[in-house]
């Protein structure tokens, strides 16, 4: 008990001496805890924890503060990608949500691909062209790009409709520069509906493609 008592001692410490508590989201104008802190107090923890199960309270000191570092340091990274994300892509009808330190790209086919087709619309090119731009700066992140229909023809004809999707955005970013190695596609068909097949809105809202940019911890 004592030595877990420690333990997190030395990573409320470390974790709260890392720089700004709060940011101004500058979208909503409200304050909000920066990801910033959020990633060094788990990182702390984390690293408190590990440091602890090897050795004593020096070892969890240590685990606790390149933990608290190496966490802050990309909720950093992520919170300024975020931002230039968000400019980018305002007004092109693809919305930009946060998961922890992952972004999360939700891409409505509506803009995407022609109905029952895997063939990005010409004028969505030029908002891939934008996200690539993004990924190419902060390239210490890796892309999964995920496709996703309706429930509408057979579930073996979705699901290749949505592998096909996935890939053409993948495409795209691959040609405007994104490393190939950086991009994994995948496509989970009809299987993950976000909202009812049963009406034409949510049958719309289903027909997607999401693209999750997420930190690779060892490039930090």
């Given at each position: 008990m004592k030595k877990i008592h420690s333990m997190i001692v030395v990573a409320l410490v470390a974790a709260f001496t890392l720089p700004s508590c709060t940011t101004v989201n500058p979208y909503t104008g409200q304050q909000q805890t920066s990801k910033t802190i959020q990633g060094g107090a788990i990182g702390?923890?984390?690293?408190?924890?590990?440091?602890?199960?090897?050795?004593?309270?020096?070892?969890?000191?240590?685990?606790?503060?390149?933990?608290?570092?190496?966490?802050?340091?990309?909720?950093?990274?992520m919170d300024t990608q975020e931002a230039e994300v968000r400019r980018q892509l305002r007004g092109t009808g693809v919305s930009v949500s946060r998961s922890g330190n992952d972004l999360v790209l939700n891409m409505p086919s509506d803009i995407?691909?022609?109905?029952?087709?895997?063939?990005?619309?010409?004028?969505?090119?030029?908002?891939?062209?934008?996200?690539?731009?993004?990924?190419?700066?902060?390239?210490r992140t890796r892309i999964s790009i995920v496709g996703h229909t309706d429930s509408?023809?057979?579930?073996?004809?979705?699901q290749s409709l949505?592998?096909?999707?996935?890939?053409?955005?993948?495409?795209?970013?691959?040609?405007?520069?994104?490393?190939?190695?950086?991009?994994?596609?995948?496509?989970?068909?009809?299987?993950?509906?976000?909202a009812s097949n049963s009406t034409t809105n949510g049958r719309a809202q289903n027909r997607r493609v999401e693209l999750r940019i997420v930190p690779q911890q060892s490039q930090f």
């Open positions: 702390a923890l984390g690293g408190a924890a590990v440091g602890a199960m090897l050795g004593d309270r020096k070892d969890a000191l240590k685990g606790a503060v390149v933990g608290g570092l190496l966490g802050g340091g990309i909720g950093s990274y995407t691909f022609r109905t029952g087709s895997a063939g990005i619309q010409p004028r969505f090119v030029n908002t891939l062209s934008s996200v690539a731009l993004v990924l190419k700066k902060y390239n509408v023809g057979s579930s073996a004809s979705n949505s592998i096909a999707r996935a890939r053409s955005v993948a495409g795209v970013l691959n040609s405007r520069g994104v490393a190939g190695s950086r991009i994994l596609t995948y496509g989970q068909g009809e299987s993950r509906p976000v």
